[in-house]
């Protein structure tokens, strides 16, 4: 098993954001400016990325700041030392650790943090990206809205539910195949940030969206997939 060394309705731009959410997305920027290089010292590796946490436009969608104080360090994004068998651009997630690695050159990878699927949701195994989205539509499968009846509005023959702000899958989505069939599990954006770190999804796994979206071009449809048990 690898391991890492270190831790052993659609509403665009900002025009449909009351007063309120601005100047909430204001002070979520604020405190962002506010821990480069002064909370934790600027040489602090995990702060490295931390400005792009801010608010900002994605695709004509308004992506809300996230409060990073509000969330363990080690959950920014982030490079550190790892040693792995599998080869550059290989994506290793940990459920356990709630990480996910992306392999680079000399032992090294980018990690995020992740949200995972709570208890008898888990999945593992290998796989490989088999397509991605931005802003992709949310269908909840059959056995979801079983488990779920409210959910029913967004099946596939309602035409699920259109990508933005609220949808579950946040800003991007790459789509787990196996065997050349779809798993049905994702690597996707979430607006609950505060969800990262915990087990509470329904198997998949969860980045907050700006990490999503890093990750989306970072890794390329094809790249393998290792989900560890």
């Keep these: 098993m690898d391991s890492a060394d270190e831790e052993k309705p659609r509403r665009r731009g900002l ?11 204001e002070d979520d920027n604020k405190r962002v400016a506010s821990l480069t290089g002064s909370l934790f010292g600027s040489r602090d590796p995990a702060l490295k990325n931390i400005d792009d946490y801010r608010a900002r436009t994605d695709n004509s969608f308004a992506l ?16 550190v030392k790892y040693r792995s068998s599998h080869k550059p651009g290989t994506v290793v997630v940990d459920p356990h650790a709630k990480f996910l690695y ?6 090294t990878a980018m ?5 995972v699927g709570r208890q008898g949701f888990e999945w593992s195994g290998e ?16 056995e979801m809205i079983e488990r779920q009846p409210e959910l029913a509005k967004y099946c596939a023959d309602c035409g699920g539910m259109e990508g933005g702000p609220a949808n579950p899958l946040g800003a991007r989505a790459l789509y787990l195949v196996a065997d050349g069939k779809d798993t049905l599990y994702r690597l996707h954006g979430t607006p609950k940030w505060n969800s990262i770190g915990t087990a509470a999804s329904s ?15 970072r890794v390329p449809t ?5 989900v560890l048990s």
């Design 15 to 25: 025009g449909l954001f009351g007063k309120r959410d601005y100047e909430r997305d």
């Design 64 to 79: 809300a700041a996230i409060p990073v104080d509000q969330i363990d360090k080690r959950y920014y994004r982030q490079e």
């Design 102 to 107: 992306v392999v680079q050159r000399g032992n």
């Design 111 to 115: 990690r995020y943090g992740i949200g």
């Design 127 to 142: 796989a490989h990206i088999g397509f991605k989205r931005v802003w992709p539509k949310w269908t909840p499968p059959v």
């Design 203 to 217: 198997g998949c796994i969860r980045l907050m969206n700006q990490d999503v979206i890093d990750l989306y071009n």
């Design 222 to 226: 094809g790249a393998k997939v290792v």
